[in-house]
Structures are given as structure tokens and as C-alpha cells.
């Protein structure tokens, strides 16, 4: 038969952490301590199961419930020799819900349950306090009434006001016993008018309501909404607490706290809460008083004036402190207790893994190593990769007073302050005057290349995650927040408007890159330094990940940036940034207007030392390291001007008609860009600006010397014969490079797989590739049939229903795109077994994607320089879980490790 | 040991017409007719193996050949008691190449080898013609220094000009022996000075170094590119036919000519060719002779006063008017005769099927059928289905003078004259005068729609076969040339410019959209008319086939035109077309422009009664067929106004300020629209849309009567969360109207497949669905991340170096799409048996890509109107293909067929 219901206490505990399906989060937890033989006040959890079996009968429960409820209480009255109802010693219980992970929406806690017309006698007599007692039965009308019977909190609010004013009193605290007395009348009235039906005095009605409420707000929308969007079964439902309450707040020797093992700001490893004496759990997080420091340490830390509990109750603070010891070498983690000290007896409510910021959860990772506590494979899980963003970014300090505009997507991570500029020429112009500028337009272009280094940070009110500007300024470690839609940037009389609101040019603005958030004004930041404990973590995740990590990178600095953050090599060298420069462009744009193929070369020409020293820079730098080299890829017009003044001066300097500018560059636009005339179809059409390329990065990599392969890669290849046509243009380019010079040097032929049509037929392209790089940003466009700059009208709503759990342009789309990179990857290694295969898209520094990328056992992955440590913490992690997940012997790690 | 040569002649024949894989076309068939008995001047065939055994040893002859090859001219001189290199009495031979099929580039022909200072001699001798035997050595000479020895064919010309001018002769035919002995010893002298060599005097010399030369014609660049976009395997070779010569020009009792056995052009059942007397073959080809009919009926026809062959030379052409009947019943199809007679003897030196127009072809087959020649069967194979769309469009008339300005895409068969107008409202007046227009713009857009229907034809300067232009066009069976790059269209000075050329607004052009012309002035076209025989045709072509055929239609014009043509329901009927109507899309514009659910609502209720009755006219005309409605498609912006009148004119009349119009156009702005807010993403963020549509189609079925099932179809869905909402926002749609109106009907919900996700997620997709329609226009930009509009600039070169066969958005690229289409088809139907699978893309209508879909098992192909005949033959051939690659036994067939 069923076991619906699970005791825990010092007599008898059925439970433990393991059962936290069964018995959810809160109720395992409890179990857990109770069995440890820690002070918990009895009670017992109605399963999960219950929740479900209600649900699957017509909202009825299981026939042996009530008796094992009853058995269940009952065991209870006896430890704690008093009697649920009874007029003496009256035994008052609280009921909380319990799901595996918490949710909100969920009804969440009452406490008090139990009390009564004649309890209250009961409880007054046994803690020789009227008023206690008398405020602890209207505290229990008011929270049953709300969260159980509905009755909305500010009437209840609006009884004790009008008390107090009747009554010409100022506060709360002012209520006698007698007042609290009248005003219980006044809440059974109330209640009794609101819901048409006396207030329970029976405290077995009492309970079963309270349950009733909890399974009841597991199908409330709010609940159900969370679930579909967090893919939370229905079935797993929730299980429901009873446990006997305990008191704060009985006198002097009582008091109630919440407390951390450790720090959970700075992770420093001292006895970290807060706690009041005579109190109530809620008090202390109410802040009506202030609460107190637990430890002398912490007191000095705070410089505060309030005795530390330490100091008040010395006893059973030396109890809690070896709680503090056996918790965390029991969980072997940081642990965020509750607890109450009624009558100087301790109690523990309640312990859970402690919440602790990315500084924090980096420290206590560390030390709980060298203090032998966990492994170091432990502790690599321990730290969310994603969240080391955090500490290699300013951020806004978190006392700073906000004045929020609008939020947009929270681009790229870090917060700048600035003044607004319009245009790339006003920020740099400013900049060079030190002044701080952020960039604000309605999306960036490579145009704008310039001006976001010069600022501080980028703004734009259009494009996605993936935009133009996200992606450069990710790529920059430059603070950035995209697509924030409420703004329009109003250039031509230079200010911004949000709402009612506008922002002149020049007003400082503050961005917040990690969360999206635009402020009005500066918000002050601060700057979290790489500790010691960072270059250990990263050390052993270098130690445990299989996968190699590089970066995406085209200048020295980026370069040198990469390097410094661990980068194993380049998987990402787009070539067309080096053609934005100011002395460059002018022979871009002539090669683009050349009608011959000979006027084209001989622009080309003029291209080549630039793009050659742009090579042997570069690979001096990487010396030693793989550098993979993305051909030519943008449409042509992105290179022409598009202003009139632009277009006039391109004109006057090339000798060309403006007209005939302006013709050709209404010949080059394109209703699609993303899928027109780009990528590999510029080398078919113009193999000779690939050639050029070619015969830029062999000469660069001759001259820089050293021990360099280039990865040549073209991209944008859907066919084979794309591929081997222009692999041939590359060898012969090679070939005749390595006569003039005399000397020659190994190099590898590639390409991106970035279009649907390269996935299905990569069995055929592996024969003219030596390496695969799926380029998943244009994957995941042409897959999903989603322009990433267009799509911030739509995918906002696509998120918030629930038809992608997470935006597809951050985190792989497994079931779509991923299934494409794997089929590509399976059959190219098919054909090609030596193929090397990586991911340089942007998922490349996400580390969900990263689990994908080690569970299909790709080669690397490549991300951009600033997310290189995230991408080194996540590729360990994925090994640790694929490691996991195929149940690999510990005796493999071990060797491994050797 | 590998047989290499196979002889043919009367006395033995080695092969027949199934080897033409090793003895080439020509091969086979001289070995086919000589073993039936006709009289085929003997020869042998050096098979195509010998040439793969070249290729792999070197360009050696395997060891045996050279002993096998003389046995056959051995046996050659034994048939025809002549000796090759005798003096007396010499045997010359032709040598010419014969590959599987034939391939420009390749050597030709040699005649008259085996010819040399002796053995001209010997043929004077014989043929007691000394000037037939000199000038039969010169034009040897001639054609070996040519094609073997590759002396340019002018400076033997020079020779003859020379030899004309000093002795003071007008023409060739003035040349006496002795003047042809002359030039025969300078052409000797011309080829050493060339060559560096004598020319060769040995026959047998002569003989292989023209075998080698057709070996080594194989490998050169033209044929190798020819093959390569053939996609011919290198390895198939060609093989070498060596046979006896025989001579037309050897007096007036011998003759040559070339004859079908019926009129290729009409397909009319009489024997149709030409003959001259005294001649040699090129001279009925070259036209310097007028060459004169067959038969009295054909002189009669021709209204020509030369004689015929019945009528000059009865007895001869009395037996081979028996071989044309033999001919015909043993090969079962027109055959294309080449003959020879010498010295009142008949021989045949070639034969193969005769090529014909589609007229012919359809008349033949049928006729064939009623002869009880070829089954139905055979009769549906005979004719190519893309060919019928000559008969159902009116043609250039092919003698007519064409000015050719330049040349764009075939986008949509016809041809047309008028006017040049540069747009819609300009062809709109002018057609309502009467005057014929030719519609020219950069590209269209729906705006133009009307003026499509107006004008005779489209041109466009942009867009590939798939864009706007050429996909509307072809709904409306007009003909259109898109994509012509090389037009330069200035709608402001109102003229298009074409290189050096200039055409102004009111001139006439003409476009032919079979052939993508486009042509000055008016040029004359003549309607082929739809015969009894097309009728039968279809006839069969239904009996036969196991795919439904749907037209892609939407108004009532098109709907009636695909049901005359054979429709059996609506496969595709896009909603948005309805949009554009002058009185609609006012409300539609307003409801763009709505801000909130409600404003939106009460611009869509306004829409409402339009497109309900929109539907209930298509449904009434419908009935009883399916008619697929596919909802919302198009991002909003297509629907707002764009010139500044427009905007204007639109503020004004919905009482919005101007600029705030501008704005919201430019909110709207979408930089890869393909991939914007469009199809379902419309509906999950503007659901009240949907709505309306679904409530308009379902008042519009109940309103119409009849027995009419509307399948909805839901466009772009990705996500299987994506159908079921929007099946939700139909159903509930549904419930609600069967409820107002106490009556329902029955309806299906389904998806279009057009984007690769939705294709990798099908198996979850069709939990939602009850069918799939492969939107295979879309699902082929997304696949091959290729935007239609933008591939003119790259896509003739993709085709040109044969990275893709054939226009991937004409027929669909089996490799990448088509896998996807399988794969979402086969997943689709695990997940739901009953899934019905239809294809709506453009490629619905083409042939090649019908029969794909007939491998894969779809249950129907919908395309535009005027292509419902071609895919209703090809769906049969496809069908008939299947069953025999299955090999299907008769008994099935029969069983079907009953």
C-alpha cells in the first residue's frame, strides 16, 4: 500500500534528502536534518503523490490519507506532549507547501494553525503571555483568511488602522492583550461577511483547509504558466508540510534568525546572519527592526553598535555554531538556515543550499577544496559559468539609486555610463577629448566599428541578441544593451525619447549590459578584481575539459585579450573587418566598382600588403597556435558608402560619376541580405578577391615565421563543388606563393557550415574539407527561417509562450539546429575521418550550447575573448556531466587526471 | 578476353541496339539496323571500353586491339570485295565518334580515308571519274589536316581562293580534275608547313591517327565541361565507328538525303524529307543546293517544283519507303534517316529517334496508340510534359525577325507585345483603351497586381524565376521575362536603358518568356490550339496517375481556369491577395496601424464581410473539391503605402498624422523581411488576425452551401507550439460560429512545411496537424540560404559551373530540400497514419520535381493554373517510372487499370 505521508522528528523520521521527488524540497531537507538528529520541531509531509492522485481523482484524495494524517499528528502530540486542539497545552502547527523546486504563485505558508476560541486560552496559560498569545490568534486569522480563504490582506489591514485611530494609538505595539482580543472578534466578522461562512473554529477543519489550499495552488494559472515556461511536469506536483510550530517570540530567551555558513557576498568563510530577540521568522525579514549581526566578527564588519547574538546568548549561540560545522560537512555546501530559540531551546526550521553571488560561489568553490570538503570536479560544478561574466565586467553597484528608462536585452555584459552620441564621428571626437561617451543608434553597421570602441558603451532600439552591435560589442567586452524597443533615437534633432521622457545629446546615460536596464544619469559601478581563486578554478577545468577553447578574434587586441583569458587559438578570424579602415575602404570600394575582372585585380592588388601585415601580425602573435581565417563573407554593399556626403567623396577621390556610385549601389541592394549575394558565391563570382586573400594570409604567415597552419575557411558553402572550386583557387594560390618564396608551410582548407543545405549534404562536402565550423548564428537564422535582427518584434512573445524555452540566437536550439550540426558532424566524419569539427558561432561562449557541443564531441568551441573563461568552466563541466551521464568508471578519470 | 571491336555489315553483326552503352548511340543503332537486315554499308565499332582502357594506361591501346581491328577491316574488305590501300579498287572508310549521347566538342566525322596518291588513283578507276576521285582526295585532306591534324579550315579555303583567282574561276564547281590534283598538292604542302610532317600517305597511318583523335576529342575542355554539367561520368567514353564509304556524288543515278519517317512539326503521319542527286551529305545540310522533297505529297505541301525521289527515282524510293515502315514498327517511334544512294544501290548510314515539336509529339503518341503501335503507356512517356506549355501559350512565330536587346529569365512561358509602361496605373489606363502594354519594372510587388492583369506581359530587371513577377505571372498564365540584368529600368526620364540602347516609355517591345528574350519592336505570334489529341492525352494521363493535381488560386478567375484545366481542387489559396483590393486595403492599413487588441479588432471587423465573401465565391465554385485557405502571410509592411502620395493620401483618410505613418513604416522596416515578422509569428502576436480569417472562412463555407471541407493552413510554423495555438484560435473560432449559426461543417487545420526546423521536427508537428503542405519555395531560401529575389547576381553562375544541375527554385534540389521534405513526410506520418502530404511550391508544377515527389509518396501537387496539364502527364509519368523501377508486374497494372 501507499505511504502518503512521511513523520520526521526526533522520535521517528521516514524520510531523508534522497526522497526529494516524493517529498519536495523543503520536506527532504527536513528529514534529512531530523535524522541527523539536529533540533527540528516534529511534523510530517503529505507526498507528492498525494498532489497527483488528487489531481488524477477529481480533486479527492486517497481513502487512507486521513488516517495516516491522523497517526501522523498524533505522533507529534506525543513528542511534543501536547494535544492539537487541546484546551491545555494546545499544539499549534504551520503548513507549508513543498514542491521540488519552488515556484511562484504556489501558497506558500500558514502559521498558528490550530488556534481557536479555546486554544488561545490554552496557549496563554502554557506561555503565561495574554498578549502573545491573543496577537499569535489574530496573526493566524489574518494569513488562514488570506491565503486559504481569500479574503484580501488590506481589510484585515484596514481593522487593526481603524483600531488604532479609535483607539488614538500610534502602533501595533501599542495593542494590549484585550485589544488584540477585540480586533480577533472584528477578523471572525470580517471574514465571516467576506465569505459567507463562519471562520473554522474546528482545528481539524482548520488543517484539512490549509492542505486543500496548498494542492489547490498547484494548478493556479500563475503556477501553471511558470511550469510551461521552466518545463516543469504537472505530475510532479507538490507535497505539503505540518509542523509544530515553535516561538520566537515568548520574552527575552527567545529569538528567531536566518544565517549563511559562509558569506554568501564574498564567500569568506565566517559565520554569516542576522537574528532578533523575542521575534517572529518574519520580523526579521520585514525590517520594522533592525536586526542584529550573529557573530562579533560580523557586528565589526558592519560597524554596528547592536550586540551580536554571540554576545546576548552565548550558549545557544555556541549550539548554533556547531550546527553551522555539521550542516556543511554533512552537505558539503554553503547552507542558508533558519532557526528559533524558544525559551533558550534551539531550533532548526528549515537549511538549503545558500544563494551566493559569482564572487562568492568562486571562493567557496576553492577553498572548500583545500579544506578537503569536495572534489575539485565538485567544485567546477559549483560556479555557473555564465555568471563569471559578472567578474570579469564593471557592474552597477547594487546601492546605487536607479532611475530606470525603459530595459532592453541584455546584450553584452558590464555597465557603462556615458555621454548620448548619435554617431561614431561625435564619439570619437569626444573620446579623444576624454570624455565618456555611449553610442546610441537605432542598430550598428560595420561603419559604426570605430565609434563603439571609442565609447563606453552601445545602445541600440532595434536587433536582437545576436545583432550587429551584440555580437561586436560581446566581441569588444564592451557593455551593450540591444533592441530596447520603447526608444526612439531620434538623430536628426539629436535626442532620445522614451515614453514622456527625452534625453538630449550630451545628458549622461547608464547602461547595464547584464541586465538590459537603461537609467537616466550616472549609476556609480564597481570593478570585481580575478582573484587567485580564479586562476585555480580555471586551472583544474583546463585540466578536466576535453574540448579545446578558442576565440574569435581579427585585431592584435583582441588577440592578445584571447590569449590572456586562456585562448587555445583563433577559430574565428573575420577578414572583412579588416577592410573598414579608414585608409582601406577607398580600395574596397574601387575593387567593388571595377567592371573587369583586370580593374578588379588591380584594386586587389592595392588591397593585398594591408591584409598580408594584418596576417603576420596576427599570427605572430598566435604563434604556435591554430588560426582559422574566414574568407571574404559580407554582401559587397555593406563596404559602399550610403550617406551623400560619403557618396560624394567616394566619388571626387575615385573619379567616378556620383551618379554611377549611386546606380551601382541600387544595383547591389538586396531585399534579403542574410541570403543573397555573400560568402562563398563572392569567391565563385570574383574568385580573384579570394585569391587575393588566399595569397594575403601565405605571405603573412611566411613572413611572420614561426610555427603558424592557417585554417582557410570558406564560408557560406551549401554545395561541395562551392567548396572544391575554391579549395582550388586556394591551392594553387598556395602553390604558387611557395615557388615565389622558396619556402612553403602546412595549411588546412574548410569550411563554415552555417546553411540547412551544408548539414544535409556534409557527407559529400567532408570530401573537399579538412576541418567543419558550424557557424550556428547563420544556422540558426536559415533554420528556424528567423532574421536575428528583425526578430526582436516576435521573439520576446515566442519566450514568454513558451514555444523556444530560451532565445535560439543565445542558446542552441537543440531539437532544430542542433539536430543539423550533429548529422553534419556524424556524416562528415563519415566521409572524412580526420575531419576536425568546431562551433564558432556565438553559442560558442553559452554554456547549455557548450553541453550540446561535448555531447556530440565536437573538436572546440570558439567564443568571443571576454566569454573564453566561461566557455573553459563550461567545457569542464560538460565533461564532468557527459562523463556522468555515460557512467564512465572513476578509476577512466583518474588516469586521465595522471 | 574483352571483345574490343564489334563488327557490323550483312555478312556478320556482332551487337544490337540494348549495347549503346558499349558501342555508343551511332554504334548500336548501325549494328541494330544491319542485323535486321538493312543495307548498312559495313563497318565495325571500337567500343567505349577501349577508350576508359586509354584513359587508365596512359592513352595506350590495350595490346589485342590492334589484331582485332584488322580482322574487321579484313572482314569489311571481304563484304565489299575491296581492298583498303589497294590500288585497284580501293575500300575507303568514314571514321566518326559515337558516345552514349552526343556532346558538342567531340571530333565529328572523317570521310573518305584510306585515300592517297595511289588509291585515288584505283577510285578514278572505278568510279571512271577522275574529278569525283580528285576532289574527293582534296576534301579528305581537308577534313583530316582539320579535324586530326587541327590546320585551320580557312587556310584550305585560302588554297581553293588562291587556285580560283589565278586561273581566273568563279566557284568550285568550275575546278576540273586536273585543278583539284593541283590543290591536292598544295593542301600536301599547306599541312607540312603546319604540321612539320608530310601528311600522312599510309592508310593505315590514317586510320588511327584518326581513332586517336576521337579518343583524345574526349578529354578535351569543352567536352569535359559539357559532361561535368551533364553530370556524365568521365569513365562512360566514346566509342569509334569505322565503316565502308558509299557515295551519293558519283553521278546522276546516285543520290543522298534525310528523311523523318513522319513530319516532325506536326506530327502529321506522311514521309517527310529531302533528297538531292548527285550529292554528298553536307550538301543537303550546307543549303548551297535547294535540296527537293521526298515524296509528291511533300512537293505539293511545299508548293515546289522540283521533283521528288517518288517521282525521279520510283524504284529506289519505293524500297525505302518500305524501310521507313519497317523502321518505324521496329523501333515504335518516328525515326531521322539518313541515306545514300550509289549507282541506283540504297543504304542506310544512320538512324535515330526524330526530334519534333511538342505539337508532333502529342500527335504522334496519340496517333501511335490508335496504330496500335505503343501502349497508352508509352504513349505518355513519349511526350515531355514541360513541353505542353507551348501549346497553351502563344509563340513567337519562328521565321518572324527578332531585334534582340538582351536576355533575362524564362519566367513565364508566352510571348507579348505592347507598349512599354513603367507602371501599374500607366498599364491600366492604357489597357482600357485598348492598348497593348508590356509591363517594365526593377521588380514587382503585390501593389502591382493590377497591372500585371492589364498588360500582356511582364518584365522585370530583378528577381529570379521564383520572385514576384514571374510566380504571379505565372498564375495568371501571362508571360513574363524577369531577372534581365543587363535593363537598366529609369522609371523618372521613363525609359530603359540596354547598353548602348535606349527604349522609351510607349515604344514596343516584345518579351518571349519561353526563352527569355526580350526583343524590339513587335514581333508576330501565332496560338497553337488544344486539339482532340491533347485531350485523349490527359485522358489517360488521369487514368494513370496516382497523385491528386490542385492549382494554386485564389481568385474566381483562377479558380474557374484551373478547374478547366483539370484542377481537382485548391492546393494553395493565399488569403493576402485579398487584401490588396482598393476598398480593402484602407482597413487593412488601419489595422496595421491599431495600437491596441480593441482599435486592431475593429479594423479587422471591418474586413471581415470582404473576405467572407471572398471565400463563399470560391468555395460555391469549388465544390465538392478541397480547398486549401493558408492564413495571413506576408510581413505587415507589404501592406502600407510607400510614395509619399500614398502615405499622404492614407493619413488623410484615417485622420493620422503624416509622420506618424512614417514612423510606424519605419518601425516596420525589416531588414531581411524573408526572415521577419511574417506567417504564424503574426498570428501569435496579433491572434484577433487569425481570427477573423478562420471566422471568415467558416461563415464563408456555411454561407456558400454545398459540400466544401476548408483545410486551414497555418504558414512558416517552426515549432509544434506554434500550430497548436494557432489551432486553438481556430477551433475555438469554429465552436464559436457553428454556435451563432446552429449549423457546422467539417474542417481540417494543418501546416505549411517551409522552414528546415519544421521539417526536423515533424514527428512533433504532427500531433497538430491533420496535413502537411511543403511550401517548397520558401523551405528552398531557407535550406539553401539563398533569397530568390536577390539570386540573379550569382545564381546563372551557380548553374553555368554546375554547382547546382538546374535552378534550384524551378526544380527542387533533391539532395538538400527534397531530403527534408522526405524526412518531415516520413516522420510526419509515424507520428499521424492519416497526415495528408501536398506540395504548394512552384515546383508543384514542374516535372522533374513531380516525379521526387511521387518516389516519396506525396498525395499531391498543387501549382498555378496554367501548369495543372503539365503536372497532371508528368504525375502520370512519374507514376509509370515508379512502378517500373519497383518492378511492379503487369498483373498490378492491369488490376489498377480495371
Chains 1, 2 share one sequence.
Not at 507549508?96 to 504556489?106: I, L
Not at 576553492?366 to 567546477?380: F, H, R, S, W, Y
Request: charged letters at 25%.
Amino acid at each position: 500500500m501507499t505511504k502518503w505521508v512521511y513523520g520526521f522528528g526526533a522520535d521517528q523520521t521516514d524520510g531523508d534528502a534522497s526522497l526529494r521527488d516524493l517529498l519536495g524540497g523543503k520536506g527532504a531537507n527536513l528529514a534529512e536534518m531530523a535524522s541527523l538528529g539536529l533540533p527540528v520541531p516534529p511534523g510530517f509531509t503529505i507526498t507528492t503523490d498525494v498532489c497527483t492522485a488528487y489531481y488524477d481523482n477529481d480533486q479527492n484524495y486517497p481513502e487512507t490519507l486521513k488516517a495516516e494524517v491522523d497517526a501522523s499528528l498524533a505522533a507529534v502530540e506525543k513528542s511534543m506532549n501536547m494535544k492539537f486542539g487541546g484546551s491545555e497545552n494546545p499544539l499549534l502547527v504551520s503548513v507549508r507547501s513543498g514542491a521540488r523546486v519552488s515556484m511562484p504563485g504556489m501558497m506558500d505558508t500558514v502559521l498558528n494553525l490550530g488556534l481557536n476560541d479555546e486554544t488561545v486560552q490554552g496557549l496563554a496559560k502554557q506561555s503565561g503571555d495574554d498578549r502573545f498569545a491573543w496577537d499569535s490568534y489574530r496573526r493566524f486569522i489574518q494569513m488562514y483568511g488570506n491565503v486559504v480563504l481569500g479574503v484580501d490582506h488590506h481589510e484585515f489591514e484596514d481593522v487593526i488602522d481603524g483600531f488604532l485611530r479609535h483607539n488614538d494609538l500610534k502602533q501595533d505595539t501599542d495593542i494590549t492583550a484585550e485589544g488584540w482580543q477585540e480586533i480577533v472578534e472584528e477578523y471572525k466578522e470580517l471574514v465571516e461577511r467576506d465569505t459567507g461562512k463562519p471562520f473554522p473554529h474546528d482545528p481539524q477543519e482548520q488543517l484539512w483547509g490549509a492542505i486543500s489550499a496548498v494542492f489547490d495552488s498547484w494548478m493556479v494559472p500563475r503556477a501553471i504558466t511558470y511550469r510551461r515556461i521552466n518545463e516543469i511536469s504537472d505530475k510532479w506536483g507538490t507535497a505539503v508540510n505540518v509542523q509544530s510550530m515553535v516561538f520566537g517570540n515568548m520574552g527575552e530567551d527567545c529569538s528567531t534568525g536566518v544565517a549563511f555558513t559562509r558569506d554568501p557576498a564574498t564567500g569568506e568563510n565566517y559565520f554569516y546572519g542576522e537574528y532578533l530577540i523575542n521575534a517572529q521568522g518574519e520580523d526579521v525579514v520585514a525590517g520594522i527592526r533592525t536586526p542584529q549581526s550573529l557573530t562579533i566578527q560580523g557586528r565589526e564588519k558592519e560597524g554596528s553598535d547592536l550586540p551580536s547574538m554571540e554576545e546576548t546568548m552565548p550558549e545557544v549561540f555556541a549550539k548554533l555554531d556547531i550546527l553551522r560545522t555539521k550542516l556543511e560537512t554533512h552537505f558539503k555546501d554553503v547552507q542558508d538556515i533558519e532557526f528559533t530559540v524558544q525559551s533558550g531551546e534551539l531550533y532548526l526550521l528549515q537549511t538549503r543550499t545558500g544563494k551566493r553571488t559569482a564572487q562568492a560561489a568562486l571562493k567557496i568553490a576553492v577553498d572548500m577544496v583545500d579544506e578537503k570538503l569536495i572534489t575539485q570536479d565538485e567544485a567546477l560544478l559549483r560556479v555557473d559559468a555564465s555568471s563569471l561574466d559578472q567578474l570579469l565586467h564593471p557592474t552597477l553597484d547594487p546601492n546605487a539609486h536607479k532611475d530606470i528608462l525603459t530595459k532592453g536585452l541584455p546584450a553584452s555584459p558590464g555597465a557603462a555610463s556615458g555621454q548620448v552620441v548619435f554617431n561614431s564621428d561625435d564619439a570619437e571626437a569626444l573620446a579623444n577629448k576624454g570624455v565618456s561617451v555611449v553610442l546610441c543608434r537605432q542598430e550598428t553597421s560595420p561603419e559604426d566599428i570605430s565609434g563603439m570602441h571609442a565609447a563606453e558603451g552601445v545602445l541600440t532600439s532595434r536587433g536582437g541578441m545576436t545583432s550587429h552591435a551584440a555580437v561586436v560589442a560581446r566581441g569588444m567586452g564592451k557593455p551593450c544593451v540591444a533592441g530596447a524597443g520603447e526608444i526612439h533615437i531620434d538623430s536628426a534633432s539629436r535626442m532620445i525619447r522614451v515614453r514622456d521622457r527625452e534625453i538630449k545629446e550630451g545628458e549622461i546615460i547608464t547602461i547595464d549590459g547584464s541586465t538590459g536596464e537603461v537609467m537616466a544619469g550616472e549609476v556609480a559601478t564597481i570593478q570585481a578584481e580575478l582573484s587567485g581563486d580564479f586562476e585555480s578554478l580555471m586551472g583544474w577545468a583546463d585540466d578536466r575539459r576535453r574540448m579545446e577553447i578558442r576565440a574569435n578574434a581579427e585585431t592584435p587586441l583582441d588577440a592578445k585579450t584571447a590569449l590572456e583569458f586562456g585562448a587555445q587559438g583563433i577559430g574565428l578570424c573575420r577578414t572583412e573587418h579588416m577592410f573598414f579602415d579608414a585608409d582601406r575602404i577607398q580600395n574596397v570600394r574601387e575593387m567593388i566598382f571595377a567592371v573587369t575582372e583586370e580593374s578588379r585585380r588591380d584594386a586587389l592588388e592595392k588591397l593585398l600588403p594591408a591584409q598580408r601585415s594584418d596576417f603576420a601580425g596576427l599570427f605572430k602573435i598566435m604563434d604556435g597556435l591554430p588560426v582559422t581565417v574566414r574568407l571574404l563573407d559580407p554582401p559587397l554593399h555593406e563596404f559602399l558608402p550610403h550617406s551623400e556626403a560619403d557618396i560624394e567623396h567616394f566619388a571626387k577621390t575615385a573619379g567616378i560619376d556620383g551618379d554611377q556610385v549611386r546606380r551601382r549601389l541600387g544595383d547591389l541592394t538586396e531585399t534579403n541580405p542574410m541570403l543573397g549575394h555573400r560568402g562563398v558565391r563572392l569567391g565563385i563570382t570574383y574568385p580573384e578577391i579570394y585569391e587575393m586573400q588566399a595569397r594575403a594570409i601565405f605571405e603573412g604567415a611566411l613572413e611572420a615565421g614561426g610555427n603558424i597552419i592557417p585554417e582557410i575557411m570558406i564560408p557560406l558553402v551549401g554545395a561541395q563543388k562551392e567548396l572544391a572550386m575554391m579549395r582550388g583557387v586556394v591551392e594553387k594560390t598556395a602553390a604558387a606563393v611557395f615557388e615565389e618564396q622558396g619556402k612553403s608551410l602546412e595549411y588546412m582548407v574548410g569550411t563554415m557550415i552555417e546553411l540547412p543545405r551544408a548539414a544535409l549534404t556534409a557527407d559529400e562536402i567532408a570530401h573537399s574539407a579538412d576541418f567543419f565550423s558550424f557557424g550556428t548564428n547563420d544556422l540558426t537564422q536559415t533554420t528556424l527561417g528567423m532574421s536575428r535582427d528583425d526578430a526582436a518584434n516576435f521573439l520576446p512573445s515566442y519566450v514568454g509562450h513558451g514555444i523556444f524555452e530560451r532565445d535560439p540566437f543565445t542558446t542552441l536550439d537543440v531539437d532544430g539546429v542542433g539536430r543539423l550540426v550533429e548529422l553534419a558532424k556524424v556524416s562528415g566524419r563519415a566521409t572524412n575521418p580526420d575531419l576536425k569539427v568546431g562551433i564558432c558561432g556565438e553559442h560558442g561562449g553559452d554554456p547549455a550550447s557548450i553541453m550540446f557541443c561535448e555531447q556530440i564531441e565536437l573538436d572546440y568551441v570558439s567564443c568571443s575573448p571576454y566569454r573564453v573563461p566561461i566557455a573553459r568552466l563550461a567545457a569542464a563541466q560538460a565533461s564532468i556531466a557527459e562523463e556522468a551521464r555515460l557512467g564512465k568508471p572513476e578509476a577512466d578519470k583518474a588516469k586521465k587526471a595522471a
